[in-house]
């Protein structure tokens, strides 16, 4: 086996995600505070237009944060399982220098690459419903 993970690294994962998910829930609590107290406090013109903006903005954001904590929470499930760290594709382990980078990580480099050219692969050879009609 090329590589192995040491209980000590998975340790170490497991305060990374376990940081990773805090810093998350804390950061949306703050963002809906924010969003409390410029309700409270209307402002003027000026505000309110940076205000529309900033609305929508936590509303994105807390849809991609709850995506990131659902990957968190799978992590935190496969290390549990004894599952982490190995490719969802192929099975082989993902690495630690991978891992330590991106700890939510389900498919090794290869695997990630081959998704990766696979989706600009179908997006190319989808040129959408729309394409433009030249007449003339
Ligand atoms: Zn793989």
Same mark, same amino acid.
């Given at each position: 086996?090329? *590589? ?25 609590? %703050? ?10 406090? !209307? ?6 237009? %940076?205000? #529309? ?34 490719? *969802? ?13 991106? !700890? ?8 990630? #690459?081959?998704? *990766? ?20």
């Amino acid at each position: 086996m090329s *590589e192995d993970f040491t209980p000590e690294f998975l340790d170490e994962m497991t305060d990374t995600l376990q940081e990773q998910r805090a810093d998350l829930i804390n950061k949306s609590h %703050v963002a809906r505070a924010d969003l409390r107290a410029r309700e409270k406090a !209307p402002g003027d013109s000026i505000d309110e237009s %940076v205000d #529309e903006q900033g609305t929508s903005t936590t509303l994105r954001l807390k849809d991609r944060e709850r995506n990131l904590l659902t990957k968190i929470n799978d992590a935190l499930n496969r290390i549990d399982d004894g599952d982490y760290g190995f490719c *969802e594709n192929c099975g082989d382990p993902i690495g630690t220098g991978r891992l330590r980078a991106r !700890p939510m990580a389900t498919l090794c480099i290869e695997c990630k #690459e081959d998704e *990766e050219r696979e989706e600009r692969r179908l997006k190319s050879g989808n040129p959408g419903m729309f394409s433009p009609i030249k007449h003339g």
